[in-house]
């Protein structure tokens, strides 16, 4: 069964300051996803992470996937307050000839203060 | 906006209760997927859809289930409604190919009473 584990689960950092989110899966996987959720919204996505080494960047956030580690990050640099969000890593199985839905990790709720 | 619409919004029922949740895919997107948010649970897949069939299922109840129309859009049928199936349901549609990016809908909240 594939798991996906995110941390921290909640952030309260200070703008301009630099931080990272963590995603470990279980199971091998090829794609990996990046989501953020304002409070009763819906998903927005903001990556898409296909290969090992595969980086991607938008504005203050960078994504990286490492697969032979089954790690992801997601990298805030000099955070602004409009980045205040719930932060979602998804990955999509390998089984189920790429049918199956995501597996989401818990979350990483994000508060950034003046 | 994601392209992908939802309705209703909010849905208040009682228990023991049917509810029908609609979704609509983005243009030229065939496959459809439902996902039921809950602060216990997180986010769970429940069922895929592609082109009409059904394709994969995740954690869906057997009071759940769910159809696409030739149209594609499809609709999410929860029966015998419990407390605990009071969720944010999502839809997401995404068009087949390598990325297979979900884009998700506005969501429709239900609230069982």
């Known amino acids: 069964e594939l798991k996906v584990e995110q941390n921290p689960l909640f952030l309260s950092m200070q703008e301009g300051k630099n931080y990272t989110i963590y995603c470990n899966y279980s199971t091998t996987s090829d794609r990996l996803y990046w989501y953020r959720q304002d409070p009763g919204k819906s998903l927005e996505s903001l990556f898409v992470l296909l290969s090992n080494g595969a980086v991607k960047q938008e504005g203050r956030l960078m994504a990286s996937l490492d697969t032979k580690a089954r790690l992801s990050t997601l990298h805030i640099t000099a955070a602004v307050h409009d980045l205040s969000a719930t932060y979602f890593c998804?990955?999509?199985?390998?089984?189920?000839?790429?049918?199956?839905?995501?597996?989401f990790g818990k979350g990483t709720h994000l508060i950034i203060q003046p | 906006d994601s392209g992908v619409t939802q309705t209703p919004k909010h849905l208040i029922t009682a228990t023991g209760q049917r509810v029908t949740l609609r979704c609509s895919p983005r243009?030229?997107?065939?496959?459809v997927y439902w996902y039921q948010q809950s602060l216990d649970q997180g986010l769970q897949f429940l069922i895929h859809?592609?082109?009409?069939?059904?394709?994969a299922k995740g954690n869906i109840l057997e009071r759940f289930s769910a159809q696409q129309f030739p149209d594609l859009h499809s609709e999410l049928n929860l029966s015998s409604l419990e407390l605990g199936d009071s969720a944010l349901y999502f839809c997401a549609s995404s068009v087949a190919g390598a990325t297979n990016e979900q884009f998700f809908g506005p969501g429709t909240r239900l609230t069982v009473l």
């Open positions: 243009s030229g997107d065939l496959s």
């Open positions: 859809y592609y082109n009409g069939e059904e394709r």
């Open positions: 998804a990955v999509a199985s390998r089984t189920g000839g790429g049918a199956d839905g995501l597996t």
